[in-house]
């Protein structure tokens, strides 16, 4: 890797990490990033979750503020998407990716529809949450976080999205409080894939380590920028990358 490739895999990493912090998709950024200076697929989305994950701890840690009186649903939901994260990994070393790759765009969209209706959503069980019949940690929300948690550990791109959509609906939270959750989550995926490609997959140190310092730097960047969204711009945000997540993989 040339100097000017390098100073490109830090300032994707930079990128990736403010992003993932606000909402998600900063995979989208480094992934390819990888890939145009020749580094093999699998290699690149290996090399990528590991040098992600300083970017996620340092987001996590941004969100600190909003996290406070969440650590029993993050204990539940924590031990889902660590469960999720481990089983995508190992599908991504054993099995071929097409059959997961077609379905990842429809998962997009459908999250972005989620995230678009969720205020509706929200006030609806709301009322139900005060007439008794709804409960905040469900076997829905739970299953979902399992099955980001899959997609997370396999690929990575715009779990936040995923995670915003299912959290916004089915728990009763503002969304920066959400979006605090959604970064803790986001790191236990990385970290859980990250430890199980240490022990079985050909890894790009150099660009581990670029990534690892830029995202790091942005993930401080998205803390700050995030937490000054209101909720209805965070929304916009969301569906933004989103749409940029789809198209980039569709055309990809």
């Known amino acids: 890797m040339t100097l000017w490739e390098?100073?490109?895999?830090?300032?994707?990493?930079i990128g990736a990490g403010t992003i993932n912090t606000v909402v998600g998709s900063g995979t989208l950024i480094t992934f390819p990033v990888l890939l145009a200076f020749g580094v093999p697929p699998v290699t690149a989305n290996v090399s990528n979750t590991i040098g992600l994950v300083p970017g996620t701890l340092s987001g996590a840690i941004g969100y600190r503020r909003e996290l406070a009186g969440q650590r029993d649903r993050l204990l539940r939901m924590g031990t889902a998407s660590l469960l999720g994260g481990l089983l995508g990994a190992y599908l991504l070393v054993k099995l071929p990716s097409a059959a997961f790759d077609t379905i990842v765009p429809v998962l997009i969209l459908?999250?972005?529809?989620?995230?678009?209706i969720q205020p509706r959503v929200a006030r609806a069980m709301a009322a139900r949450k005060r007439d008794g019949s709804a409960?905040?940690?469900?076997?829905?929300l739970l299953g979902g976080v399992f099955l980001t948690g899959i997609y997370g550990g396999y690929f990575g791109a715009a779990q936040g999205v995923l995670l915003v959509a299912l959290m916004g609906?089915?728990?009763q939270d503002s969304m920066q409080r959400i979006n605090g959750a959604k970064n803790v989550l986001a790191l236990i995926v990385n970290a859980v894939a990250a430890v199980f490609f240490l022990f079985t997959s050909e890894i790009d140190?150099?660009?581990?380590?670029?990534?690892?310092?830029?995202?790091?730097?942005?993930?401080?960047?998205?803390a700050k920028v995030g937490r000054r969204l209101p909720p209805p711009a965070l929304r916009g945000v969301i569906v933004a990358v989103g749409l940029v997540a789809v198209t980039r993989m569709l055309l990809g």
Do not use: D, F, Y
């Open 6 to 13: 390098g100073l490109a895999v830090l300032l994707a990493g």
């Open 110 to 116: 459908l999250a972005l529809v989620l995230v678009v």
């Open 135 to 140: 409960a905040e940690i469900g076997p829905l």
């Open 169 to 171: 609906m089915l728990l």
């Open 205 to 222: 140190w150099t660009a581990v380590l670029l990534i690892a310092v830029g995202s790091t730097l942005g993930g401080q960047l998205g």
